[in-house]
T-cell receptor, first 108, second 116 residues
């Protein structure tokens, strides 16, 4: 069993829909990261969380430390949001343990 | 994100050749991490370096792979005698010494190695 599990693996949506991607982890962590990767592209850090909730534009990330669970929400989704979203955890240093990613496609 | 510079972006090597991937961290960052993303697989940690020190190399294959981060110049990931299975995207990330401000980690654009 992976230390970091994401669901769903693949997600399709119509433009404007509200999207949720989930991440569960089984180890103690110092922080949880949400990353975005476009096909053939680099990796962009969206959020780093150690507690509570963060918001940036149409993106919202939440974490429940007791339940070892985090969610990434995208409001009013747009085709440019199509990408792979990766959950990762760190334990003291920035050595990251990654989930397998969620491939999101948003259609106009 | 643009502050972490990796080169080359794309590299083609024949089996048995050497591959050298370079990473210049963001200004002021002295911690460098290398990650590998095999085709259709997730990212995996390879090595964590500080200037002139390897802190954690638990993710490095035991043979043919080495990494360094000299006092001056970029961090280098070196793969000797490459094989087809080394074909992957190699990402570098950097972070500052002081994490108390909650700074996030910054990734480079990646180096795509193809072994033919």
């Amino acid at each position: 069993k992976n230390e970091v599990e994401q669901s769903p693996q693949n997600l399709t949506a119509q433009e404007g829909e509200f999207i949720t991607i989930n991440c569960s982890y089984s180890v103690g962590i110092s922080a949880l990261h949400w990353l975005q990767q476009h096909p053939g592209g680099g990796i962009v850090s969206l959020f780093m969380l150690s507690s509570g909730k963060k918001k940036h534009g149409r993106l919202i990330a939440t974490i429940n430390i007791q339940e070892k669970h985090s969610s990434l929400h995208i409001t009013a989704s747009h085709p440019r949001d199509s990408a792979v979203y990766i959950c990762a955890v760190s334990r003291g240093t920035d050595k990251l343990i990654f989930g397998t990613g969620t491939r999101l496609q948003v259609f106009p | 994100n643009a502050g972490v510079m990796q080169n080359p972006r794309h590299l083609v090597r024949r089996r048995g050749q050497e591959a050298r991937l370079r990473c210049s961290p963001m200004k002021g960052h002295s911690h460098v991490y290398w990650y590998r993303q095999l085709p259709e697989e997730g990212l995996k940690f390879m090595v964590y370096l500080q200037k002139e020190n390897i802190i954690d190399e638990s993710g490095m294959p035991k043979e043919r792979f080495s990494a360094e981060f000299p006092k001056e110049g970029p961090s280098i990931l070196r793969i000797q005698q490459v094989v087809r299975g080394d074909s992957a995207a190699y990402f570098c990330a950097s972070s500052p010494v002081d994490r108390s401000t909650g700074n996030t980690i910054y990734f480079g654009e990646g180096s795509w190695l193809t072994v033919v």
